[in-house]
């Protein structure tokens, strides 16, 4: 349950990071440097979130040996 709430609010931050730049696109000279900080905050808090989602999954599995 742990690792799919990482997954879940990687997705939730990706979603929140393209609308923030969505908005930066569309909106004129008003509150733009807002939005391109917003944007790149939930973008490298989606990239965080994804990274340790994998790492907790490829880290819980036991070593496979060739011998096996």
């Not at 609308?19 to 965080?48: D, H, K, P, W």
Request: proline share 0%; net charge negative; aromatic share 14%.
């Amino acid at each position: 349950m742990k690792d799919s709430l990482f997954a879940i609010l990687a997705l939730v931050a990706a979603v929140v990071a393209a609308f923030f730049f969505y908005r930066l696109q569309t909106s004129g000279a008003e509150g733009s440097s807002m939005n391109l900080i917003l944007g790149i905050v939930f973008a490298l808090a989606a990239v965080g979130l994804g990274a340790f989602y994998m790492f907790n999954k490829v880290n819980r599995h036991e070593d496979i040996h060739i011998t096996e």
